[in-house]
């Protein structure tokens, strides 16, 4: 049987205020969250999301690398007895070299980087040339993180695609140590985040079935993630005090993980509760009226391992947009999260969902 709540977490949850919001069914799939108890259906539905992919991604950036902050390059003034010289475009967006000032590089081409150089040098040395070769790449980078072998930061000092990408993080993460070569990353909740918005890759067709129409290129900062699919946990987001996962064991009903959350905080909407199941590209939406549950009026939800709760301060009218909303939010605190702890960050950023690898 499910726990009872502590009575403070009660009266606490019992508190929260209550406010209506109506939502559209347009385009929608039901689910039930009830389908294994005794009880009566509650508002709920699943809904698809619009996840084509942009054509246009498929294609190379075939722009010139342009310089930016870390990146080292190594300069050679030719028939200098000087030789190579390694140097690296500093955070101000400068380099030094030879008797020069700080040269503005930033947002130049490695061309455009030797041409300046060599009018800066014709002050000193009559019809100068010079050789530039790029050493390292810092300031595009990608992030591939979680169930992959060598998880970290990658350079893009040239086009990379996704499955790229993952070959230079040694690719997916197997179970050595049992002998099993069984793949540990859930591609299903595998996301790809670029400039804080989620892009619809299907990891899951890219890897599983070969669908390279899901194989896009990367741009600088883009964030990979693929978590393990021994995970059980359960997510609970949005207005409680204490956003978090909870380790999921027998079972979790709706009132319980909230009360784990230490309960509802002032403006939400617990009669818009969602709750999200399956796969990020597809997913399922439960809408819970969750003050009639503390109120006796309608029975517990149990939950399932990876649901997704989010508890609303406004939720959209359409259940799609709903959906992306607690999708989109769920995948940008993740993203936060493990991007903080592979930096070396001991605190979480954002909600501390406690989400590991």
Not at 45 to 54: A, D, E, R, Y
Not at 124 to 130: E, L, T
Not at 139 to 145: D, K, P
Not at 220 to 231: C, E, K, R, T, V
Request: charge should be neutral; charged fraction near 20%.
């Amino acid at each position: 049987m499910t726990p009872p709540l502590p009575s403070p977490l009660l009266s606490l949850l019992a508190a929260a205020t209550l406010a209506s919001c109506s939502g559209s069914s347009q385009h929608a799939r039901k689910f039930d969250p009830l389908a294994t108890q005794a009880a009566t259906s509650a508002d709920v539905v699943k809904t698809s999301l619009n996840h084509s992919l942009n054509p246009a991604l498929l294609t190379p950036d075939t722009s010139e690398f342009r310089l930016g902050p870390g990146d080292v390059i190594d300069i050679e003034l030719l028939g200098s007895a000087e030789g190579t010289q390694s140097t690296f475009v500093g955070p101000d967006g400068r380099i030094y070299f030879h008797l020069l000032e700080g040269q503005q590089v930033w947002g130049l081409t490695l061309a455009e980087t030797r041409k300046l150089l060599e009018h800066g040098i014709s002050r000193f040395v009559q019809s100068p040339q010079i050789s530039i070769t790029l050493r390292e790449v810092h300031s595009r980078r990608v992030w591939v993180l979680g169930r992959v072998s060598t998880p970290g930061l990658f350079e893009l000092a040239q086009p990379m695609t996704v499955l790229e990408a993952i070959s230079k993080a040694g690719g997916l993460f197997t179970s050595r140590m049992s002998g099993s070569t069984e793949e540990l990353a859930d591609l299903h909740h595998s996301f790809l985040i670029r400039k804080g918005q989620l892009v619809p890759v299907d990891f899951n067709g890219l890897i599983r079935k070969g669908d390279t129409s899901q194989n896009i290129y990367l741009q600088a900062d883009d964030f990979i993630y693929l978590p393990s699919a021994l995970g059980s946990e359960v997510y609970v987001m949005g207005a409680v005090s204490q956003p978090r996962s909870i380790g999921f064991k027998d079972q979790l009903s709706l009132l319980t993980a909230i009360a784990h959350c230490r309960g509802f905080i002032k403006g939400a909407k617990p009669s818009r509760v969602a709750i999200v199941r399956g796969s990020l590209r597809d997913p399922e939406i439960a809408v819970v009226d969750a003050q009639a549950i503390l109120t006796g009026k309608s029975p517990d939800v149990l939950l399932k391992p990876k649901d997704i709760v989010f508890i609303p301060q406004s939720s959209p009218n359409s259940l799609a947009a709903y959906a992306e909303l607690v999708v989109s939010t769920f995948a940008r605190t993740v993203a936060a999260n493990e991007g903080a702890r592979a930096a070396g960050s001991e605190s979480p950023v954002g909600l501390n969902l406690g989400i590991t690898p």
